[in-house]
């Protein structure tokens, strides 16, 4: 091999190397979100109770157990509706009516979906959606 295309070569390998460690450090640098402490992996925040209670309901629906999931939808309609009626001055729905609407809106038509199919799954996509959008509306709270 010529001496001259290794000195074109050396360089070029450099540049390549340096690309690739740059990407490979400055990909998880960009990808870093701020993560909410937890406990038992439950969110530490206002809303955390309330959306583990959801991931459990979507869980157990995916892995089949369709009761389980209309269960646990239930129990956290009635969590959310115990601690506002209960939470006196500190009530999201006398701290902040507008956010309480839209979380107990959103909450509802995700529950709607296990509740009205005890026995069965719910459709998929309307599901991911409901989800998505009840989880977009708790972090308006935390």
Do not use: C
Request: glycine residues 4%; neutral net charge; hydrophobic residues 45%.
């Amino acid at each position: 091999m010529p001496r001259h295309s290794i000195r074109f070569h050396a360089p070029l390998m450099t540049i390549i190397i340096a690309a690739v460690l740059v990407f490979t450090l400055a990909a998880p640098l960009v990808a870093q979100e701020k993560h909410t402490p937890q406990t038992a992996g439950v969110d530490n925040t206002k809303m955390g109770p309330y959306r583990a209670l959801a991931q459990l309901a979507v869980a157990a629906s995916q892995k089949g157990d369709h009761a389980g999931a209309a269960t646990l939808a239930k129990i956290l309609e009635r969590t959310w509706d115990k601690a506002e009626d209960y939470g006196g001055d500190t009530a999201l729905s006398k701290t902040n009516h507008d956010v309480f609407d839209q979380i107990d809106k959103a909450m509802d038509q995700f529950i709607s979906l296990f509740l009205d199919h005890p026995t069965s799954a719910p459709d998929p996509a309307k599901l991911k959606l409901a989800y998505a959008q009840y989880l977009e509306k708790l972090k308006l709270a935390d």
